[in-house]
């Protein structure tokens, strides 16, 4: 499991990933307060390949989609986190305006792009139209209902602004 510190760390491993004949499968989120969701996205994702990569939103780029109180957990912290899970073999971050690391793949071309039912939509045809461009393909995999870092945000703070 390894935190990338740039794009040619990371390239530098997938090259040598693609000469062994790996299969390279990536993700992509702000994973700010991991839970039983972000778990099983990850674990799905593993199994459609040999490597995992998970790309994960710099600070500034989380607070432009989710408000100026997030993230809870800053990006070093969320980092170590997904690079400590036995199903991620590379974690690194990245700061792009849409809602997916477009310039990370173009340089990375996964075989396979996975994200959750519940954070795809016909609105992201454009990158899927990307990923076959490149000779990969996306693969959506099961929602978890009802978990989510900002419904956790909202749990917590009712339970505890009762007190």
């Not at 100026?68 to 969320?78: K, S, T």
């Not at 990245?94 to 075989?111: K, R």
Request: some cysteine; glycine content about 10%.
């Amino acid at each position: 499991m390894v935190q990338c510190g740039s794009d040619s760390e990371l390239l530098s491993l997938v090259g040598a990933w693609r000469a062994a004949g790996e299969r390279i499968v990536m993700t992509s989120g702000v994973f700010d307060l991991v839970h039983r969701g972000h778990l099983e996205t990850l674990r799905q994702a593993r199994g459609f390949g040999d490597r995992l990569i998970v790309a994960t939103n710099t600070d500034e780029s989380v607070r432009r989609k989710k408000g100026p109180l997030r993230p809870v957990n800053p990006l070093a912290d969320r980092m170590f986190m997904l690079a400590n899970l036995r199903s991620v073999d590379a974690v690194i971050a990245f700061d792009e305006e849409g809602e997916h690391p477009v310039a990370l793949v173009q340089a990375v071309h996964p075989d396979i792009f996975v994200k959750s039912g519940g954070e795809w939509s016909e609105k992201n045809f454009f990158f899927k139209q990307l990923l076959e461009s490149l000779g990969g393909r996306a693969e959506i995999v099961g929602h978890a209902e009802g978990y989510s870092s900002s419904a956790l945000i909202a749990r917590i703070t009712e339970r505890y602004s009762r007190r």
